[in-house]
Structure formats: C-alpha cells, structure tokens
C-alpha cells in the first residue's frame, strides 16, 4: 500500500535527522552531541526531533536501524543461518558500506558510544548463537569470546579501521578480514581453541 503524504513526509524528516547525527559524528568523530545541534544541521526544531526520536539515545538507535536498511539496500546482508557460511558475507557488507560511507562511519563509531546501539547487540548475540550451534561442546566462556573475536572481523568498525585508518581498499578489506575469520573457523574445526589458563607473564611480575 502507497504511503500517504503524511507518512512520506515523517520518512524524510527522520531520515534528514539521522543523517544530521551521521554527518556530525563522521565530523567530529564522537557521540557527544546534543539535540539541538543536531535539529540545526536538519533544518528542523529540536522539538520536531524529540516529537520523532523520543531522545539522544532513540536517535542514535534510530541511525543505527537506518544504516542497517541502506546497507541491505545495497547488497548487504544480516547473520547468516550457519557460522561457515559468515565468511563470505563479508565482501557484499563491506562494498555495502562503502556504498554510503558517511552513514557507515557514524555506524562504525557506535562501538564506541558510551550506550551501544540495542541492533549491534542483537548482533552480537546472534553470533554467539551461531557458534554455540556450531560448537556445542564449546565453555560458556569460550564461546563469548569466539564469537566477540569472529563478531569484531565482520564488522563495520573493523571496515572503518582498515580502510580509513590503514588505506586498505574495500576489497582488500574483505579479502584479508574473511581469511582472518576462515582461519579462526578451521581452528575451531581442529579443536584448537584459545588458551585461557596460560598466566600473562605482564599480570604476574605486577604481583611479585
């Protein structure tokens, strides 16, 4: 069913809001705005932003769900029904992302914000399914920290790193973080899991 004039108007104002946020934090490199900033950058009230979003954080999981829905939109896809399957998820969201990078930026600096959004930890959580699936017999903690590791390869931040920070291309990018993670996977295969009973040597002189 077609939207009406109304609905279509709120989509546009909403989506000139978020992309206010995504143009601030790709700026200034954080979350530490305020609403009426950002309503000024949208050419809207900061009423108008608290009539849509609620507040500060309702905002930023609203650009979070907007991300989302643009880097689908273009071939980008969610948690795949398999681990061995993610992998090669990797190269569709990474050219995704490249695709609206101002958005993605913004999106990838949310793992820094102070509230991360509820989507990324809906995310994380549905990693940590995949590999208690995979690997049934896997510790509670093993598996917490597999899939936090395997969860951080495929991510936008690690998008945002290589390519911002390291110069990588997209490509490269997702080349080189899937061969990461197909490594991690076939180790898992192998039984070959991190040792968490080795002492850190650094933790241990501090104690003498």
Known sequence: MAKSIRDRQRQLTEEAVVMALAQYVTETGSFDFVITDIAARAGVSPRTVYNHFGDRQGLIEALSEFAQREMERR?????????????????PNFGAMEAVPELSEAFARLDYASQPSANRARRTVLIHELVKAAYPDLSERHGEVIAAIIRNGASSTTWHRLTREHGLTSQEAASASAWTMRLQIEALDRGDLPDFSTEDPHQASADQ
């Open 75 to 91: 071939g980008g896809t969610d948690i795949p029904a398999t681990l061995h399957e993610l992998p090669g998820l990797v190269a």
